[in-house]
């Protein structure tokens, strides 16, 4: 009888470790849905939010300089939605290149994020340290775009240029950059939203931010004092004030 037991016994054995096995190497599924967001900059001109458009003739309202904008550029990077149970999401390799020239690259699009109720946003002005060390890149970080100096300066975070009767050479240039030290131009910023924004796979939304390039003279004052092209205690006067104005104005 012990012997006639014995191979049924292990053909048992054999069969229950088989079926164990297959459970462990079935994959687990997962119900995590997600959906788009997109992050849109529209520029405004002064105290009484008038348009801003290159090319146009703008009268500064604190100081009375004429103006006249052939370019404006700037980076935002490191962009991440809170949700509201406190954690975060992330987006990877978020480096963004604005073109005031190039509407497209005033509206972003932020792909593949969780469904779900998010309560703010955090957004990093200008490019990290690591990447401005990080030699040759592509993308939004392309030397090609004419925002990078060298490895030890770095990015130009932000540039503005343009003619204007009250400079001395009639023409202005501001190539703001700086990611070290007391003149670091970089700063990370948190927006709470009014109300959650709720993501979702149906429905793609839209935060809509506000800039004022007419706040990088709120401190440094006219275009008398000259222009610039490096890291320094004017390019940061510059990008606390632009950057610390610029906030939500709405979204859809």
């Known amino acids: 009888m012990k012997n006639i037991l014995k191979p049924i016994i292990a053909a048992v054995l054999i069969f229950g470790l088989s079926s164990c096995e297959k459970e462990a190497d079935s994959p687990i599924e997962t119900t ?28 500064h309202p604190m100081n009375g300089d004429t103006l006249v904008f052939s370019t404006f550029k700037h980076y935002i990077s490191n962009i991440k939605l809170i949700k509201d149970d406190g954690t975060s999401w992330a987006q990877s390799d978020s480096y963004h290149f604005l073109d005031a020239s190039d509407a497209n690259s005033l509206s972003i699009n932020i792909s593949n994020v969780p469904t779900g109720n998010y309560t703010g946003i955090e957004v990093t002005f200008g490019v990290d340290s690591t990447r401005n060390i990080s030699g040759a890149q592509s993308g939004a970080l392309d030397v090609i775009n004419g925002m990078f100096w060298n490895w030890n300066s770095g990015y130009i975070m932000l540039k503005a240029e343009g003619s204007s009767p009250q400079s001395t050479d009639g023409s202005f240039a501001y190539h703001i950059g700086g990611f070290t030290g007391e003149n670091n131009v970089v700063s990370t910023r948190d927006f709470t939203f009014s109300s959650d924004l709720v993501i979702s796979e149906t429905e793609t939304r839209t935060i809509n931010f506000k800039a004022n390039p007419a706040k990088l003279f709120h401190t ?17 006067i510059m990008a606390d004030d632009f950057n610390g104005w610029t906030n939500i104005s709405s979204i859809d």
């Open 32 to 59: 995590e849905t997600h959906g788009d967001v997109n992050i849109d900059f529209n520029y405004v001109w002064g105290m009484g939010m008038e348009d801003f458009t290159l090319n146009d003739t703008l009268i």
């Open 220 to 236: 440094f004052g006219s275009v008398e004092n000259g222009s610039f092209h490096m890291p320094g205690a004017n390019a940061k």
